[in-house]
């Protein structure tokens, strides 16, 4: 059963609890909206996540595949020798994206533009181009699937917030103004009676005079 | 009876924060495809201080299904309305262009209505697959009885 809010019971509390029902119905509605609106979201980057894992970890054992083929074809020592000055920073663009006041991370590897990878060329061979080009796709899928594991995360967090509120309102502080509201209408209507009663009292009194 | 009047007056001011919450991850401004095209960082201020960025793949996947003209008119974040019906949801047409390129996006024939066009939620989970960082949502605080 709903519990009913200490007020007084006058009818200008029961104007502000009849305009704190409006604004909790209204954000019931907002928040009812925004957790649908997160949920689809979150199912959606479930989804995207749940492919882009497939993808990082085909893409990693392919270009460990290539890796092996080019080092069994160069020998260690002296693909070494060739990649140790190769190490470049990895540059992202990072920012953020908002979607319904949750705000996500946002990545995008950047392209250096240069399709030199810092290697000798010509004592090199197309194994390892391939292999280079494979870990390149392999960075690309990392940031992906790190960007869309914190989306997941924040959005669930959100949710879970969301849904307490709605909860909340639904369950606890709407049925408590609807109850209040009726008590203090029921209250006035009982009090009406009492003043009628009281007046009809009146009147047979001072017919009896 | 509740004796919690401090803490109604709390979750009144929480219920208002969430009010404000909904909307404040919106641009301050929207931006021509066509300049966006060509920032290095492409982005727009929001109004709670915070930079949106936009994705170029998505930028660039709007201009490979736009002319040059179209480009110039085509104003992003392009904003999608909730709040008139759960099922639904309508998305803000500025200028003419949003409806052609919503059109060609959902592969349907797309009808505006008053500067708004109506799609459902299978439409709107497609478009915000495709469009993820160059679609905003925008709540409306009507109530519809």
Not at chain 1, 8 to 16: G, H
Not at chain 1, 145 to 167: F, V, Y
Not at chain 2, 52 to 66: D, G, I, P, V
């Given at each position: 059963m709903a519990q009913l809010i200490k007020v007084r019971p006058t009818k200008i509390e029961l104007v502000k609890l009849k305009r704190r029902l409006a604004l909790s119905q209204r954000v019931q509605k907002i928040v009812k909206d925004r957790l649908s609106i997160l949920t689809l979201e979150y199912l959606q980057i479930a989804r995207e996540a749940v492919a882009a894992k497939r993808k990082l970890i085909d893409v990693y054992s392919e270009a460990y595949r290539a890796?092996?083929?080019?080092?069994?074809?160069?020998?260690?020592?002296?693909?070494?020798?060739?990649l140790i000055a190769t190490e470049s920073d990895a540059k992202v663009t990072a920012g953020s994206r908002n979607i319904a006041g949750v705000r996500l991370p946002s990545f995008e590897p950047m392209n250096n533009g240069s399709p030199m990878r810092g290697y000798n060329m010509a004592d090199t061979s197309s194994w390892l181009d391939h292999a280079a080009e494979l870990f390149e796709k392999c960075f690309a899928a990392t940031i992906e699937l790190a960007e869309l594991q914190r989306g997941l995360e924040l959005l669930g967090m959100e949710i879970n917030r969301t849904k307490r509120i709605s909860n909340a309102l639904?369950?606890?502080?709407?049925?408590?103004?609807?109850?209040?509201?009726?008590?203090?209408?029921?209250?006035?209507?009982?009090?009406?009676r009492?003043?009628?009663?009281?007046?009809?009292?009146?009147k047979v009194l001072l017919a009896q005079k | 009876m509740l004796n919690n009047l401090p803490y109604e007056k709390l979750l009144q001011e929480c219920l208002s924060g969430e009010l404000r919450l909904v909307n404040a991850g919106l641009p301050r401004s929207q931006q021509r495809l066509s300049d966006l095209l060509h920032e290095e960082y492409p982005h727009t201020a929001c109004n709670d201080g915070s930079t949106h960025l936009f994705k170029k793949k998505?930028?660039?996947?709007?201009?490979?299904?736009?002319?040059?003209?179209?480009?110039?008119?085509?104003?992003?974040?392009?904003?999608?309305?909730?709040?008139?019906?759960?099922?639904?949801?309508?998305?803000?047409?500025?200028?003419d262009v949003t409806p052609k390129v919503i059109s060609r996006i959902l592969d349907m024939?797309?009808?505006?209505?008053?500067?708004?066009?109506?799609?459902?939620?299978?439409?709107?989970?497609?478009?915000?697959?495709?469009?993820?960082?160059?679609?905003?949502?925008?709540?409306?605080?009507?109530i519809v009885e």
């Amino acid at each position: 059963m709903a519990q009913l809010i200490k007020v007084r019971p006058t009818k200008i509390e029961l104007v502000k609890l009849k305009r704190r029902l409006a604004l909790s119905q209204r954000v019931q509605k907002i928040v009812k909206d925004r957790l649908s609106i997160l949920t689809l979201e979150y199912l959606q980057i479930a989804r995207e996540a749940v492919a882009a894992k497939r993808k990082l970890i085909d893409v990693y054992s392919e270009a460990y595949r290539a890796l092996s083929f080019a080092s069994g074809y160069h020998g260690y020592i002296s693909l070494e020798k060739e990649l140790i000055a190769t190490e470049s920073d990895a540059k992202v663009t990072a920012g953020s994206r908002n979607i319904a006041g949750v705000r996500l991370p946002s990545f995008e590897p950047m392209n250096n533009g240069s399709p030199m990878r810092g290697y000798n060329m010509a004592d090199t061979s197309s194994w390892l181009d391939h292999a280079a080009e494979l870990f390149e796709k392999c960075f690309a899928a990392t940031i992906e699937l790190a960007e869309l594991q914190r989306g997941l995360e924040l959005l669930g967090m959100e949710i879970n917030r969301t849904k307490r509120i709605s909860n909340a309102l639904e369950y606890l502080i709407i049925p408590g103004l609807q109850a209040t509201i009726k008590y203090l209408n029921m209250k006035f209507e009982e009090r009406d009676r009492e003043e009628k009663g009281r007046l009809k009292r009146v009147k047979v009194l001072l017919a009896q005079k | 009876m509740l004796n919690n009047l401090p803490y109604e007056k709390l979750l009144q001011e929480c219920l208002s924060g969430e009010l404000r919450l909904v909307n404040a991850g919106l641009p301050r401004s929207q931006q021509r495809l066509s300049d966006l095209l060509h920032e290095e960082y492409p982005h727009t201020a929001c109004n709670d201080g915070s930079t949106h960025l936009f994705k170029k793949k998505e930028l660039e996947y709007l201009a490979s299904k736009t002319s040059p003209d179209e480009q110039k008119a085509l104003l992003l974040p392009i904003l999608i309305q909730l709040g008139q019906n759960q099922a639904e949801a309508a998305i803000i047409c500025q200028t003419d262009v949003t409806p052609k390129v919503i059109s060609r996006i959902l592969d349907m024939p797309v009808t505006p209505q008053q500067g708004r066009i109506t799609i459902y939620k299978p439409q709107l989970a497609l478009l915000r697959k495709t469009l993820k960082t160059t679609t905003q949502y925008v709540f409306s605080t009507k109530i519809v009885e």
